[in-house]
């Protein structure tokens, strides 16, 4: 589990093909990993990723075809800028929303506006995913927690503040970039909840109706 909250930039510095999938080493300078050990987790750009071999710069990662086909791993090339957090310790503060580094789908950059200090970011992706992408909800790209500040039909707004900017891969985002996507677990059990578990259509919605008979408002 993660916060969405950046710890560390790093860069790919092998990407292996092996026996069918991928293997890669991560290096970062920045990220402490003095208290990694083999088998923990650190998100990769929003993909949690299992420690296999830890070095004081960085780690070691293997990458399933699962992994490869969901997220932007399949079009990234040695010296890839990279977002890293280390998994959270339940005494650590909740500065984000909950993270889970399992990868939804993929978003896309379609327009960037500057507003006084601050970048505004449209981005793009399905109509299966955006029913979980309200305004003011959370959703985490490449890893970062952000708040959606409007959305208009498949296209939602993200505001980034120069802090961000500066600790995050966002800066080199350019219109027509495609990045990982994770949206609020909450919203998606919540749709489980109280549509059930029978496969629902693709625009279903919930209603107050739905939401009342299922006890989450009165």
Request: proline content about 2%.
């Amino acid at each position: 589990m993660f916060t969405g909250i950046i710890e560390a930039t790093g860069t790919l510095d092998e990407l292996t093909a092996s026996q069918g999938d991928l293997i890669i080493r991560v290096q970062s300078h920045n990220l402490d990993m003095s208290d990694v050990n083999l088998g923990d987790s650190i998100a990769t750009n929003g993909v949690c990723l299992t420690v296999v071999e830890k070095f004081k710069d960085g780690f070691r990662a293997d990458l399933s075809n699962e992994t490869i086909n969901l997220t932007q791993f399949s079009h990234y090339k040695k010296g890839q800028k990279v977002n890293l957090e280390k998994a959270l310790q339940p005494i650590s503060r909740l500065g984000g929303h909950l993270v889970s580094g399992h990868i939804d789908g993929i978003a896309t950059v379609v327009a960037i506006e500057m507003n006084a200090r601050a970048t505004e970011y449209w981005l793009e992706t399905s109509a299966e995913l955006m029913k979980y992408i309200p305004h003011k909800g959370s959703v985490a790209i490449d890893g970062i927690s952000l708040t959606v500040n409007e959305v208009k039909n498949q296209q939602f707004k993200l505001t980034i503040v120069p802090h961000t900017a500066q600790e995050t891969t966002i800066a080199d985002f350019k219109i027509g970039s495609q990045v990982n996507l994770e949206v609020d677990q909450i919203a998606r059990y919540l749709e489980r909840l109280v549509l059930g578990a029978q496969p629902q259509a693709s625009d279903s919605t919930l209603t107050a109706s739905l939401l009342a008979k299922a006890g989450f408002i009165k």
